[in-house]
């Protein structure tokens, strides 16, 4: 169990969508993510997870390529 925030952000560093932000159970995850109302270009996905009582946390960003 921690908390997560997964974060969608343009190549300007601007969120364009928060899809998690709660503490969320050990495991694996998925959810959908529309992107119709997004421009054609690259977006950069980052999850950060913190446990619980934990000092630090990870961070993964995955990079999202939208064309239309």
Known sequence: EGRVVL???????????????????AGTHSLPFNTASLPAGEYFC???????NARVGSIETATILVQK
């Open 7 to 25: 974060r969608v952000a343009d190549a300007l560093g601007r969120t364009v969508a928060t899809l998690v932000d709660e503490t969320l159970p």
């Open 46 to 52: 980052t999850m950060t997870s913190t446990a619980p």
